[in-house]
C-alpha cells in the first residue's frame, strides 16, 4: 500500500473492495517495482543512501528481542553451526558433583571504516562470573600484540616494500582445548527436543569463559611453532620463520593475525597450512586493523585514525568544533592549584583515554596528553579548556 503524507481521511466514506478492479493493484506494484531501478547519472538509490549515513545501529539486548528479527535468527544460527562443526561440546546427562554455567547471546552490528554495516553477529557466551577460582578455572591471562609493535612491522613492512596480509579466525576462542570440567546450559530457542534435562560438556572454550583467552593462545601458539615458527623473546605474540633468504613475520592479536614477509609464494602456503586447522577469512591486504586505516600502495604504507577521531568528537559532543594549528600554545603552564573548579573526572579520564591510543598516528599530540595525563586525580577547568583545543 503506498500512503501519500498529505493524506486527509473522510470517515464518512467507506471501502468497497468489490468495485475496485484488479488492474489497479498491478498497476500500483509495477510503480513499487520501478522505485530502486538503475538510477540515472548523478542521482543514488535510496538504499545506498541509507547504508552509507551514520544512522543509529539497534541492536537487541537479549533473545526476546532478537528472536523476532530474522537477521539475528540467522546470525544465530551461523554460530550454533560453528560450535557443532567445531565440536566445542557434546550433550550429557545433569552431573550431581557440578552446577552447569548459564549461557546468554550478545548481539553485535559489524561496521566497516566508512560505517557502513559490514555483518550481524550473535556470540554464545558464557556467564564467566559464576566461575569459581581452582573449581572451574586457574589461569586466566593471555598475551596480545602491543601497538609498537604493530607500528614497527608496518614501518619494517615500508622500508622494505612488503605487503601486509590480514587474516581472522572465526569463532577463535572456540578452538582452544580445556583442561578443567566444565558444563553449561542449553541456550534459549534451542533446546534439544526431548532431552530438555540435559547440559552441555565443553570439550573447548567458549566466549567469557575466564580461561578462553588462554586456551586460544595456548592453542595457537602451539601450532605456530610445529610450523617452525621462532617465538620473540621480548614479545610474545611475534613469530618469524625464514628459509634461506625469505622471511615471513606474523603477529597475533586475539583472533587477527598480521602476516607480512617477502616472498608472496611462502606466504600464500601458509595460510592454506592455518586455514587446514582453523575456520579462517582470508582478509587480502591489511585495509583496516585496530582502528586504524591503512592504506597501501607503490609510495608506500599510510595509515591514519580518520573515524576514530570522528568518534572521538561525536563521544564528547565536539563534532561543530573549529580547528586549531597547534596543538597546545607554547607558553602554556598548568598548574594543579589554580583556583579552578574541577569538572567530571570520569569524562576527564575517558578523553585522556581515547586521545592516547589516537597517538599511535598522531606523534604531534603526544607531548600534550603526557602533560594532560598528570592531571587525572585533579581535573580543573584549565586543563578541561586545553583538552579541547587538543
Known amino acids: 500500500m503506498i500512503v501519500s503524507r498529505d493524506i486527509k481521511f473522510i470517515e464518512t466514506e467507506k471501502w468497497n473492495f468489490k468495485d475496485v478492479e484488479k488492474s489497479a493493484g498491478k498497476e500500483i506494484v509495477q510503480d513499487i517495482d520501478d522505485i530502486d531501478e538503475t538510477p ?10 541509507y547504508q552509507s549515513c551514520n ?41 550431581t558433583h557440578k552446577k552447569p554455567i548459564g549461557v546468554k547471546w550478545v548481539y553485535r552490528t559489524k561496521l566497516n571504516a566508512d ?36 607500528r ?21 576462542f572456540l578452538n582452544g582445548y580445556l583442561q578443567e570440567e566444565i558444563f553449561v546450559e542449553q541456550q534459549k530457542g534451542f533446546v534439544v527436543g526431548g532431552e530438555e534435562e540435559k547440559v552441555y560438556l565443553l570439550k573447548k572454550a567458549l566466549y567469557r569463559l575466564k580461561q578462553a583467552p588462554r586456551a586460544w593462545y595456548s592453542r595457537i601458539d602451539e601450532h605456530l611453532l610445529k610450523l617452525d615458527f621462532k617465538k620473540s623473546l621480548s614479545e610474545s605474540t611475534l613469530y618469524i620463520r625464514n628459509s634461506n633468504s625469505d622471511y615471513i613475520v606474523v ?10 614477509g617477502n616472498n ?26 585496530l582502528g586504524m586505516e591503512v592504506q597501501q600502495n607503490q609510495r608506500g604504507i599510510f595509515i591514519c585514525q580518520q573515524k576514530y577521531a570522528k568518534e572521538i568528537l ?18 602554556e603552564k598548568l598548574c594543579k592549584e589554580d583556583g579552578a573548579d574541577k569538572v567530571d573526572e570520569a569524562i576527564y579520564r575517558s578523553l585522556i583515554g581515547c586521545l592516547m591510543y589516537l597517538t599511535a598516528t598522531r606523534p604531534a599530540i603526544m607531548h600534550v596528553v603526557s602533560l594532560l595525563s598528570r592531571f587525572m586525580h585533579m581535573q580543573v577547568k584549565f586543563t578541561s579548556r586545553l583538552r579541547k583545543e587538543l
Open 40 to 49: 540515472v547519472r548523478g542521482t543514488k538509490l535510496l538504499s545506498n543512501i
Open 55 to 95: 544512522v543509529p545501529v539497534l541492536e537487541p539486548a537479549e533473545f526476546e528481542e532478537a528472536k523476532h528479527d530474522l537477521k539475528w535468527i540467522d546470525a544465530m544460527k551461523e554460530e550454533l553451526r560453528m560450535i557443532e562443526k567445531n565440536q566445542t561440546w557434546e550433550l550429557v546427562d545433569m552431573p
Open 115 to 150: 560505517g557502513t554495516i559490514n555483518k550481524h553477529k550473535a556470540r554464545l557466551v558464557v556467564k564467566g562470573y559464576a566461575q569459581i577460582f581452582s573449581v572451574d578455572f586457574l589461569e586466566t591471562s593471555a598475551p596480545v600484540a602491543r601497538l609498537d609493535t604493530i
Open 152 to 172: 614497527m612491522l608496518l614501518a619494517v613492512a615500508a622500508q622494505k616494500g612488503w605487503k601486509i596480509f590480514q587474516l581472522d579466525v572465526k569463532s577463535a
Open 251 to 260: 603477529s597475533l592479536y586475539v583472533d587477527d593475525l598480521f602476516v607480512t
Open 264 to 289: 608472496p609464494s611462502m606466504i600464500d602456503k601458509f595460510k592454506a597450512e592455518m586455514m587446514k586447522v582453523f575456520k579462517m577469512t582470508d582478509l587480502g591486504e591489511m585495509s583496516y586493523f
Open 314 to 331: 561525536k563521544k564528547f559532543k565536539m563534532e561543530e568544533c573549529k580547528s586549531m594549528p597547534t596543538p597546545m600554545n607554547v607558553k
